[in-house]
């Protein structure tokens, strides 16, 4: 065997050309953004099966041909989460400048989850935690960490909440949270080991905020029943309608019930750089623990959430574990040794995918696409009340909008087979692609406007997509 047959280290210029071609691919893409089908996932499972592979291959393949199966087959077979037509789930986009971030992160390759092994590189990503807590109004002892999504850092949040509110045998212990409330919530109670029914599931008002009444109702029953309440969930813009529940209301009541109070503003938390955002969201900076998902509401690339806590010592007394192989830990409590926060040891340098783009750019741009967006939904809901039989299910309180079509004399079940056919209707245009949900077992579809990429001239198609949608339902199933 040959050292060149052994070596992985690209020889000669050979990295610069890789990156290069892969440049070229991502640029062209990035370029013609505008120009590609919302979605595009017809025969796509086909395309999976083709993908199949089971041999390990033993030898390589020209980059070229990699990046042109990449680029040419298998990309453009989705969701096209990246351009400016996506209004469906929780969009962001993506900025590319935090794609250059983790070429760098990922090249120097540092590990930052142990402070001892790169001091600088944890102290940058700890002032990305700083600024998340600055934006959240929390106290300097306040800590966090940097997770790959909102899931995760919720888990986090479930475990410093009970580690800190309930004895080893927590089995008892009672979580509240509305019926809007993401199933990350319940998700993170089951893993961290709390039996089905934990999460108690509270109603919601006629604008699916928490009802503060309910809420107290459920937990003097519960205490009455013997059960444990310890922790409190509200919504600062749930997934469905972007509902904020009264978090200064919620945050009076952990008060008084001694329960930890966890915001889930993984959708909603960065717009309390807007003004708008800041009074919707009062009462936030109360909180115990927050949840903010940067690869939603600071358009980064999927996989960067976070978890905000506000006594940093119950952070790291849930989490943290020592062993004889690790460095020392710091010892200033003010230095970051993000192991001990968090489930993770080796991860990812993700705290520069926030740095370098907030260093690059200054917070304005990302206030002023955050203000646009919840303009622009606003905008939408207006003209969609201008169209005759749309009904507004859901007013925008952040930038999501939710409406169905309605004529009288449609069933409920009628109503929910046109509104999941109209939606259909408008995503085959290609030019905005959105989501449906149930709000109230009825079928709405929903308009969420998040991505960078989305501007006015992208409404304005899809509000023109709308109302042909509309025409052409209404022609096929008359009003009867
Ligand atoms: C309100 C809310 N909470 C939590 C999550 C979970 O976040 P992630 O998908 O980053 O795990 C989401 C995801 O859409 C969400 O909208």
Same mark, same amino acid.
């Given at each position: ?31 013609s ?7 595009? =996932? ?21 980059a ?10 298998v ?13 469906? /789930? ?20 540092? /590990?930052?989850?142990v402070?001892a ?5 944890a ?17 300097? %002892? %306040? ?13 986090s949040?479930?475990?410093?909440a009970? %580690?800190?509110r ?7 212990? !009672? ?9 990350? =919530? ?6 961290a ?11 919601t008002?006629a604008?699916?905020?928490? +009802?503060?009444?309910e ?5 003097a ?6 059960? !444990? ?7 600062? #813009? ?6 904020v ?6 945050a ?10 966890h915001?889930?503003?993984?959708? #909603? ?9 800041r009074r ?6 109360q909180? $115990?623990?927050?949840?903010? $998902? ?8 999927? #996989? !960067?959430g ?6 940093? $010592? ?6 943290a ?16 040794? /993000? ?10 340098? +993700? ?47 952040l ?12 069933? $409920? ?5 046109i ?13 905005v692609?959105?989501?449906?949900t ?12 998040l991505?960078?990429? !989305? ?6 198609? #899809?509000?023109?997509?709308?109302r042909a949608?509309?025409?052409?339902v ?7």
């Amino acid at each position: 065997m040959t050292e060149e047959d052994r070596s992985l280290e690209l020889q000669g210029d050979a990295l610069r050309r890789l990156i290069e071609a892969a440049t070229e691919r991502i640029l062209a893409h990035i370029e013609s953004l505008p120009r590609q089908p919302s979605a595009d =996932v017809a025969g796509g499972a086909e395309l999976a099966r083709s993908l199949a592979e089971g041999d390990l291959p033993e030898t390589g393949t020209p980059a070229e041909e990699l990046l042109d199966l990449l680029f040419d087959r298998v990309i453009p077979k989705s969701f096209n989460t990246a351009g400016p037509g996506y209004l469906a /789930y929780i969009p962001a986009g993506g900025i590319p400048q935090a794609a250059v971030a983790d070429l760098i992160a990922d090249s120097v390759n540092r /590990y930052v989850g142990v402070f001892a092994a790169a001091p600088g590189l944890a102290q940058l990503e700890e002032n990305v935690v700083r600024w998340f807590c600055r934006i959240a109004g929390l106290p300097p %002892a %306040a800590r966090g960490v940097l997770t790959s999504g909102g899931s995760l850092a919720t888990f986090s949040a479930v475990v410093a909440a009970r %580690a800190d509110r309930l004895p080893e045998n927590f089995l008892s212990g !009672t979580v509240y949270a509305s019926d809007q409330a993401h199933y990350s =919530v319940e998700k993170a109670a089951r893993l961290a080991g709390f039996p089905a029914g934990s999460v108690r599931e509270i109603a919601t008002d006629a604008l699916f905020r928490i +009802r503060p009444d309910e809420l107290e109702r459920a937990i003097a029953s519960d205490r009455a029943a013997g059960k !444990t309440p310890f922790l409190l969930v509200g919504n600062a #813009g749930t997934t469905n309608t972007g509902a904020v529940d009264d978090l200064a209301a919620l945050a009076a009541i952990a008060r008084r019930e001694e329960l930890w109070f966890h915001v889930d503003a993984a959708y #909603g938390g960065f717009f309390l750089l807007t003004a708008e955002g800041r009074r919707r969201m009062a009462g936030i900076e109360q909180a $115990d623990s927050i949840v903010l $998902d940067p690869h939603k509401g600071l358009f980064l690339p999927y #996989g !960067t959430g976070a978890l905000l806590v506000r006594d940093g $010592d119950t952070l790291r007394r849930a989490h943290a574990m020592t062993a004889d192989y690790l460095p020392e830990n710091a010892a200033d409590p003010e230095l970051p040794d /993000y192991h001990l926060l968090s489930p993770e040891l080796s991860r990812d340098f +993700r705290g520069l995918r926030v740095w370098l783009p907030f260093k690059l750019h200054g917070v304005g741009p990302f206030r002023r696409n955050l203000e646009e967006k919840l303009e622009l939904t606003r905008w939408a809901a207006e003209r969609l009340k201008a169209i005759p039989g749309i009904e507004i299910l859901a007013e925008p309180q952040l930038s999501i909008v939710a409406f169905r079509l309605r004529r009288d004399g449609w069933t $409920d079940a009628e109503l929910d087979r046109i509104n999941r056919g109209l939606l259909e209707s408008i995503n085959s245009r290609k030019r905005v692609y959105l989501t449906g949900t149930l709000l109230r077992g009825r079928f709405a579809i929903r308009i969420c406007v998040l991505s960078f990429r !989305t501007h006015r001239d992208r409404m304005e198609a #899809g509000l023109e997509d709308i109302r042909a949608a509309v025409d052409e339902v209404t022609r096929i199933t008359p009003a009867s």
